[in-house]
């Protein structure tokens, strides 16, 4: 594993090269010594990632990472959190495509939002151009090992540690959706997401109730396709799928052959540059909630909730252009605007480390990621 380190006002070209082998701790070490930011793309994490964490933290480097793997994300927080505050350093997980743009457009949206929110419904769809697009292997050998391992994250006991407040939200809920449904607003299938961005966004809000008093809220999170055919067919596969990654024998054929399992949607080669430059998606979030906020955030609001606001997220290519510039903005902004970072280091989610007060929009922006308010029908597609 390489390391690059940012150096302001250097060209990237001249800035040192430090080699180290994540699977040996001394080698880990040394390059943490040196550096301010550990960049960590890792992967799969539960197999790869601790010990740069271990080693960033304890020797004095914030540490950044793309996982989507929320019960090696939440297992960090248990296990370097305050070690992360007495160094003073920040961890902040999942700052790829999964999950900056949910985590941070549910957090835009709170900002602009004018009374109380009582629940979000995020929908992301992928746009692919003519030559289609193959996500890496990686990804899918990391959707293997979370199917496989599930029973055994002990993730709930890991919740309850780094979440132990029960946080006061309202009767108020989002509406219950099919397993598959057309939405009312967006005029296409939908399905639930199962990402990292809902247990990402669902931290982020325990920090917000919890450091800030904020009013927690409810959020589901959604995957729009373009048609109902590919709805089931997503579905179907996915059934299967996770029944045949149950056993060894059909697992390891899973893991040996992701183009054939996967219909070309997993590639050992990962996508080409035409298909990044072709690709790219949209977010959407839909806030329901009331004109008015209250004071007290563990009061709850006796009428339904009736306002409603909009945000879309836009950016190009998930896999490596957006997720790339994610990544890049979030360690330029524990570089540049430590400030406004929370005071004491730990380790956050994107939201937690920079909804307040930071440049990370004006960042994401550069790199074509943006999100805006929008008011219309026309807006939204």
């Known amino acids: 594993m390489s390391v690059r380190f940012y150096v302001a006002g250097k060209n990237v070209r001249d800035v040192p090269i430090i080699i180290a082998d994540s699977s040996d701790e001394q080698s880990l070490v040394e390059m943490a010594k040196q550096a301010v930011v550990v960049v960590n793309t890792v992967g799969p994490y539960r197999l790869h990632g601790e010990a740069v964490v271990k080693a960033a933290v304890e020797n004095g480097a914030s ?3 793309i996982s989507g793997e929320p019960a090696w994300l939440e297992k960090m927080q248990m296990k370097y ?6 160094k003073g350093v920040y961890v902040v997980g999942a700052c790829g495509w999964d999950s900056i743009p949910c985590d941070m457009g549910v957090n835009f949206l709170q900002q602009h939002f004018p009374g109380d929110i009582a629940f979000v419904e995020t929908f992301v769809q992928l746009n692919t151009g003519s030559s289609g697009y193959s996500f890496n292997a990686g990804t899918y050998q990391t959707l ?19 979440m132990p407040e ?14 598959i449904f057309k939405h009312e607003g967006l005029n296409k299938w939908c399905l639930p997401f199962l990402g990292a961005d809902k247990s990402i966004v669902n931290r982020s809000r325990y920090f917000a109730h919890t450091e800030h008093q904020e ?5 589901e999170t959604y995957l729009r396709l373009s048609s109902l055919f590919w709805a089931l067919m997503l579905v179907l596969w996915m059934m299967v799928f996770s029944f045949l990654v149950k056993f060894k024998p059909t697992r390891k054929f ?21 298909q990044m430059d072709q690709a790219s998606f949209v977010y959407w979030f839909f806030g329901t909630g009331w004109e008015t906020k209250l004071s007290d955030p563990n009061e709850q609001h006796t009428d339904k909730p009736k306002s409603k606001m ?9 896999g490596y252009y957006a997720t790339s510039g994610c990544l890049l903005s979030s360690a330029l902004t524990i570089l540049q605007d430590k400030n406004s970072l929370p005071k004491n280091g730990g380790v956050y989610t994107t939201a937690a480390a920079f909804g307040r ?13 943006t999100f805006r308010v929008v008011d219309s029908i026309e807006q939204r597609h």
């Open 144 to 162: 293997i090992l979370g199917l496989s391992e599930a029973a055994s994250d002990g993730l709930g006991k890991i919740r309850r540690a780094i």
């Open 166 to 179: 029960k946080m006061p939200r309202g009767p108020a809920r989002p509406p219950k959706r099919s397993a």
């Open 63 to 65: 540490h950044v990472d």
């Open 254 to 274: 899973l893991q040996n052959y992701p183009d054939l399992c996967t219909f070309n949607m997993f590639k050992e080669s990962g996508p080409t540059r035409e």
């Open 310 to 318: 909009i945000v879309r997220c836009d950016g190009p290519d998930a």
């Open 357 to 369: 007060d930071t440049k990370i929009y004006d960042r994401l922006a550069q790199f074509g990621i």
């Open 81 to 86: 959190s305050e070690t992360a505050k007495e």
């Open 215 to 219: 009013r927690p809220f409810y959020v």
